[in-house]
């Protein structure tokens, strides 16, 4: 919800902001903020929206992967088409979750692999395949900065083509042709990254980075790495029948590689996207120490996995050839298998039954931080199981209701994690997300330890007096406990259509009591505050 605010501001005539007047990259994906704010001018819901263009990026995946399915099983007249890619995509638990996340990851992967099917299957002349598959390539790396790294995977493709063939002077070319989108998108845009923001780089690198060069700042980083190898490792301890066949196909397609003019010319499809998957799970996934979302940083490259395994049915062994039908099917089979799988993995169940994640344990289960960021927004917790309602509906409705009793009253307000929908909806004047996604300061600090991805760095309390913070957000729950902290708020939220009787509980940072008596009249009756 950080982007809605991004949204917001940029439709409204405010800037590319999430504060108005801040000038930061609290966003990551260019792009895919331009197409939001494209579909709120034209009347729709941004939040909407990004769930749309979700599943019609997934429905485009799908598509991509039965024709590339189709176009292999043409090579082989002997053999049947078998559109295994597809299923092992379409029924994995996590690639439709991120389908209708919100967020950038499904429509990220459909531009990853339409340059994929534009370069092996499509019919150009390979000057138009090099210009269009650039092109694309500069619309991924718009998406998210780490779709340089596949950039970076065809010049090197094609480096290495060159060198075979003894063809140096044609490669650097074609590397031309390739480049040269990137080039006429890439340095204006980076052009005016630098003029806007006066940096180009966003505040997640410097957020999820130790921000000094010292010693202890460099075994962080290794510990970044080791946590980002955890995080893929984890990946496919949930997906391990997948992991398994990857690891088995490569082996044999290593045994049956092929050889024909096409290959010559444009590379072996399988070879290619092995390339594509080492070289961006090791140098962004693992470097960047992965993502406290489970599954969200490995699903660009899934379509590439589930694609290797589906070829390496089609070249097992002859005298295996009559059970293809038959290992495709258990694959299949296996997909449900593995969705229940990381329910074990990444929950544990409670005394009273219900499920809690694994991310804050310490020992053996533990998932280092990593948690499935679907649970927290649209399964019942605890504090509302008598609402039958998860966060989404909760935080949207108290940010609905605490707009309009701010709309005349410019607060500032500090945040964590989930409380940015909470802020998007109530529409405070400024927020401050005290993790540094949108605050430069908190960014750039340093730091010699390593917590959660993405939750190292926090503001401290007399940064917050600084930026003067009326009060932080905390939880919301349906009763006001006993023995509460000194300089508690909360604001008492109706019943709604999604959850019943709640108390939005806060944290007092100013110390102004006229602006504390300000505060109080604005929101009116339901407001308590501890002395």
């Known amino acids: 919800f950080i982007t809605m605010g991004y949204v917001k501001n940029f439709v409204e005539g405010n800037g590319l902001v999430y504060n108005i007047g801040e000038r930061v990259e609290g966003y990551t994906h260019f792009l895919w903020l331009l197409m939001l704010s494209a579909a709120q001018v034209i009347g729709f819901d941004p939040v ?5 263009l979700g599943i019609v990026s997934f429905a485009g995946i799908l598509a991509l992967l039965l024709a590339i399915s189709y176009r292999e ?20 638990y996590d690639n439709v979750v991120w389908a209708s996340g ?20 499509s019919r150009q ?12 390539l500069a619309l991924a790396t718009l998406t998210r900065p780490d779709g340089v790294l596949f950039t970076a995977t065809a010049v090197g493709m094609l480096a290495v083509r060159g060198a075979r063939n003894g ?31 006066g940096d180009l780089l966003p505040l997640t690198y410097y957020a999820k980075s130790s921000g000094t060069a010292s010693a202890p700042a460099r075994a962080v980083a290794w510990r970044y790495f080791g946590q980002g190898l955890f995080y893929i490792w984890l990946y496919f301890r949930v997906y391990f029948v997948l992991g398994i066949s990857l690891i088995a196909s490569a082996i044999v397609l290593l045994r049956t590689r092929r050889t024909s003019v096409e290959t010559i010319e444009r590379g072996t499809p399988e070879i290619v996207a092995a390339a594509a998957i080492v070289v961006y799970l090791l140098v962004f996934v693992a470097r960047s120490g992965g993502d406290f979302m489970f599954a969200r940083f490995m699903i660009p490259v899934v379509p590439f996995v589930v694609l290797i395994v589906e070829q390496s049915i089609r070249k097992v062994p002859p005298g295996l ?7 495709a099917l258990l694959l299949l089979g296996c997909v449900f298998l593995e969705n229940e799988m990381r329910v074990h993995v990444l929950f544990h169940s409670k005394e009273n039954g219900q499920l809690a994640q694994n991310w804050n344990l310490t020992g053996d289960g533990s998932t280092r931080g990593i948690a499935d960021e679907r649970w927290n927004y649209y399964y019942v917790h ?25 709309r005349d009253f410019p607060v500032t307000v500090a945040i964590r994690g989930g409380k940015n929908m909470i802020a998007y909806y109530a529409n405070f004047r400024t927020c401050i997300n005290e993790y540094g996604l949108t605050d430069s300061a908190i960014a750039h600090l340093s730091t010699n330890a390593q917590g959660r991805i993405g939750h190292e760095k926090q503001a401290s309390p007399e940064y917050l007096q600084q930026r003067h913070v009326d009060f932080e957000l905390f939880d919301a729950i349906p009763y006001v406990p006993q023995n509460l902290p000194s300089g508690t708020i ?8 999604h959850a019943g009787h709640l108390w939005q509980f806060a944290h007092l940072i100013t110390s102004d009591t006229a602006r504390i008596n300000s505060i109080s009249r604005h929101f009116g009756r339901g407001f308590i505050r501890i002395p």
């Open 125 to 136: 002349t390979e000057p138009q395949r090099l210009l269009l598959v650039g092109s694309v």
């Open 490 to 497: 909360a604001f008492e939220i109706p019943a709604s259509a």
């Open 48 to 52: 909407d929206a990004s769930i749309w």
């Open 102 to 121: 919100g967020l950038e990851t499904s429509f990220y992967t459909l531009l990853i692999l339409s340059a994929f099917y534009l370069w092996f299957y």
């Open 321 to 327: 050839r009559r059970y293809e039908t038959v290992i």
């Open 382 to 406: 605890d504090d509302f199981a008598e609402m039958a309602s998860g966060n989404m509906e909760v935080f949207s409705d108290i940010g609905r209701y605490l707009a309009p009793r701010f």
């Open 73 to 92: 099983s043409k090579r082989r007249p002997q053999g049947f088409w078998l559109p295994l890619a597809a299923g092992l995509f379409a029924f994995n």
């Open 167 to 197: 063809q140096i002077a044609s490669s650097m070319r074609s590397i031309a042709l390739l480049l040269l989108p990137s080039i006429i998108v890439g340095v204006p845009y980076l052009a005016w990254k630098y003029y806007y923001y």
